[in-house]
């Protein structure tokens, strides 16, 4: 099982960008997705998570009405929409899986390696 991110990268506050996360195999429809963030110094912490068929979303209070999860079990991808990016979205940005219901714990059985979103002020 293999979870790659992409879409990560350099962008000023206000802007916008988009991360996908690709699964390999053929799991990804049996497995809540979340995405994860570390920025430097500090834990890891829960940006948002989405259920197996994407009819249940959450995402945590401090990118509420900016960042959207999404997916696409088609494709066996994971997306996050950010808008409205602020410095303090800087981190690096992973995406998890498991198989049971969507938790802000990190108690995830699959990890990425991390895509690099810098928001410049």
């Known amino acids: 099982v293999q979870l790659v991110e992409s879409g990560g990268g350099l962008v000023q506050a206000g802007g916008s960008l988009r991360l996908s996360c690709v699964a390999s195999?053929?799991?990804?429809?049996?497995?809540?997705m979340a995405w994860f963030r570390q920025a430097p110094g500090k834990e890891r912490e829960f940006v948002a998570g989405?259920?197996?068929?994407?009819?249940?979303?959450h995402v945590a209070d401090s990118v509420e009405g900016r960042f959207k999860i999404a997916r696409d079990n088609a494709k066996s991808t994971l997306y996050l929409e950010m808008n409205s990016l602020k410095s303090e979205d800087t981190a690096v940005y992973y995406c998890?899986?498991?198989?049971?219901?969507?938790?802000?714990?990190?108690?995830?059985?699959?990890w990425g390696q991390g895509t690099q979103v810098t928001v410049s002020s």
């Open positions: 998890a899986s498991r198989v049971r219901i969507v938790t802000a714990n990190d108690d995830y059985e699959y």
């Open positions: 195999g053929n799991y990804f429809e049996y497995n809540t």
């Open positions: 989405i259920s197996k068929i994407g009819t249940v979303t």
